[in-house]
């Protein structure tokens, strides 16, 4: 289904401007009933097959743990000399590795283990990442110019201006139209008419 295009044209009237607010907040509305008319019967649907699809996946998850199980217990057998997988007529098996990755023994926290790369002189095996506390900075700056925080100036504390740390708080906005709670009562009310 084709959509259609409406070819934008300037408002030239506060009646025009009031006529595309009536015309969103309606459209709105509609869009809003058409996605609820669909998500319930996604959601149906899904229910429909979740039901079928439930002991399928819970009878694959059983054999592949049974396969499994024999495979590691006789891989010797099932695959040719340091081959990682096999083919049989109707399907491929074997082991995949996955990605390698550093993980901790058993009872060693990540500091131990820092502590113990420092102790080596292996500072180079941790990273130092530093990064501007931003949740922070927009939570202490009120005025969005200046932080609370004062620093020495010639025996007083004075506030730090963002600009003398090279930064700034910005904000946009964004126009909308949304339909208030009565008006899409009052446009389901006309539907329903």
Not at 31 to 52: P, T, V
Not at 104 to 131: F, S
Request: charged share 35%.
């Amino acid at each position: 289904m084709k959509s259609k295009r409406i070819k934008p044209q300037p408002l030239k009237s506060s009646a025009e401007f009031l006529s595309t607010i009536v015309a969103l907040t309606t459209l709105e509305a509609t869009k809003r009933k058409m996605e609820a008319e669909r998500d319930l019967e996604l959601q149906a649907l899904n229910r429909r097959f979740d039901a079928r699809l439930d002991p399928v996946l819970a009878e694959i998850k059983g054999r592949m743990a049974l396969a499994e199980t024999y495979a590691e217990e006789h891989r010797k057998e099932l695959l040719p000399p340091k081959a990682k997988s096999a083919i049989y007529a109707l399907a491929r098996f074997g082991w995949r590795e996955g990605n390698r990755k550093v993980a901790l023994l058993a009872r060693v926290t990540p500091e131990q283990a820092i502590a113990a790369l420092k102790a080596l002189g292996l500072d180079e095996y941790v990273r130092k990442t530093e990064e501007l506390a931003k949740d922070k900075l927009l939570g202490d700056c009120k005025d969005d110019k200046t932080l609370p925080y004062t620093r020495p100036e010639g025996g007083q504390m004075v506030p730090v201006a963002l600009a003398d740390v090279g930064l700034k708080i910005t904000q946009t906005e964004t126009f909308y139209v949304e339909p208030t709670s009565e008006a899409a009562d009052a446009i389901k009310a006309g539907e329903a008419a």
